[in-house]
């Protein structure tokens, strides 16, 4: 069961980001020549999105580059709160 929410929280992780990364707006500062940064940052309690190939099929399907950390559940929220209070350095 612990499994399984780990899995979902980290999977509902993802698609936010991927929420976030196809906005569709062009920077209109550089007349929409833009470079992107085609990298995401996913944090998990396990690492079983790597076991399922999860990432790689992903990295494959988007072209982009997953930076994938696994918190110990202990320093979750000591990591999070910050972050998210913040809006620096969460994933």
Do not use: H
């Not at 929409?32 to 940052?41: C, L, P, Q, S, V």
């Not at 580059?65 to 320093?75: G, L, M, R, S």
Request: glycine share 8%; net charge negative; proline share 3%.
């Amino acid at each position: 069961m612990k499994k399984w929410i780990s899995g979902m929280l980290s999977l509902t992780l993802l698609t936010g980001m991927l929420a976030a990364c196809s906005s569709g707006e062009e920077d209109s500062a550089s007349g929409g020549d833009k470079k992107e940064d085609n990298t995401i940052t996913i944090w998990s309690f396990t690492d079983e999105l790597e076991r399922q190939g999860a990432i790689e099929a992903f990295e494959e399907k988007y072209d982009a580059k997953v930076d994938f950390q696994i918190i110990p559940t202990e320093d979750y929220t000591t990591k999070a709160k910050p972050a998210l209070e913040s809006g620096v350095g969460a994933p």
